[in-house]
Structure formats: C-alpha cells, structure tokens
C-alpha cells in the first residue's frame, strides 16, 4: 500500500494539524515546506490560538538564553529589524479573521495594540496580558466591554475594587481570574464576590493582604 504524503492530506485535517504546532513554527517554517502547506498556513482557523512570545524584539530580552531570543532573531531577519510589537501584533491577529478565542499577549504592548485585539477577536475566550508600559487600571476598563465571551483572564498588578466590576459588567461567563502581585484587603475581596459570581478559581500569588 503506497503511503500518503504530507502534503496530499486533506485540507481540513492538515489545518488541524498545523494549527497546533504554535506561532514561530507556523510563521517562519510550515509556509515555506510545499504550495499546500503554505495554502493551509494562511488559513484562519490556524490562528485561532496565538501564544505570543513574551519578547518580540531581541533588544528587549535580557536572558542571553531566553526561549524567545531565536524567534525576535529570526523575526528580525525575515521581516524588519524595526518591527515594532503593535505592527507584529497587529500582522497576526488579522491572519486569524476575527476566529481567535485565545490569546497570550506580548510585553510592552500599546494601547494601540490592545484596542485592536479588541476590535478583532469578538469571540475571545481566554486572554493573558503581558507587562505594559501603563497603568493597566487605565486600559482594560476601555475594551473590556468588547470581549462578552471572556472566560478565562490573567493580568498583573492591578486595583480589583476598579476593575473587577467592569470585568464583572460585561464579561458574564468569567470563571478564571489570575491576578499576582495584588493588594487584597476587605474592599478587593468583597468586589470580587460581588463582581464575579461565577467565579471557580482565583490565582493571587504573591499578592498582600491586609491584616
């Protein structure tokens, strides 16, 4: 019996495929392999799921052995040394056609970045906010009416008894919530309670608690 190749599989099955295999991979290496990889690398369900690196730009990642140093490089060689995080960010999240459920965001990012992710991934199921150079009290507030779908939520430092009733407002279905490094007194934990109901796991490690 003559084995299949790579390349003869079925569309549908080779999307699933590819769509697992992660953001450098499928960006830098699955479009270059043959015409109907590269047919199936474009296509929006591969980009349903997009883990950026923390770094996108080699000059920001400090670790000489960071897992991230290979991809800036060669993101840096295939495209342009000046990429900027809000460009590449933007470039990715158009591939996926407004399909994208999850999201892992990159450090660094601008607000300009975060408005278009919310304009462009209506169906957002899980997102995961990087460091930015802002107050985040500032930024999710704006957007957040925008992900209705939201289910599972991680940022950094923030003021729960600001946030939380935004979130709580337009996000109905949030069940995950990881918030480190916050201060929680009897304020913050009554806004939680109040403001998330459907609330199942809450990650606060590292956080300060009044006494």
């Not at 060689?77 to 399909?99: M, P």
């Not at 660094?108 to 919310?118: D, F, M, P, Q, S």
């Amino acid at each position: 019996m003559e084995e299949r190749k790579w390349e003869e599989l079925n569309m549908d099955i080779l999307v699933n495929v590819l769509g697992r295999v992660g953001m450098e991979s499928l960006l830098l290496d699955v479009p270059y392999v043959c015409k109907s990889w590269y047919k199936a690398s474009r296509e929006p369900q591969c980009w349903e799921n997009l883990i950026f690196p923390t770094y996108i730009k080699s000059d920001d990642i400090m670790e000489e052995d960071s897992p991230d140093r290979a991809f800036a490089e060669r993101l840096a060689v295939n495209y342009q040394e000046n990429l900027s995080v809000t460009a590449f960010l933007k470039f990715i999240v158009n591939r996926s056609c407004g399909r994208t459920t999850i999201i892992k965001l990159p450090n660094y990012c601008t607000e300009e970045a975060l408005e278009y992710v919310a304009n462009e991934c209506p169906r957002l199921k899980v997102l995961h906010v990087g460091d930015f150079n802002m107050s985040i009290e500032d930024i999710i507030p704006k957007f957040i009416s925008k992900w209705k779908s939201l289910e599972m939520m991680r940022v950094g430092k923030l003021h729960m008894e600001e946030v939380l009733p935004q979130i709580g407002l337009h996000c109905n279905n949030l069940i995950w919530l990881s918030a480190p490094y916050t201060y929680i007194g009897k304020d913050e934990a009554s806004a939680i309670v109040t403001s998330l109901p459907k609330l199942k796991y809450l990650d606060i490690h590292k956080s300060i608690s009044s006494s």
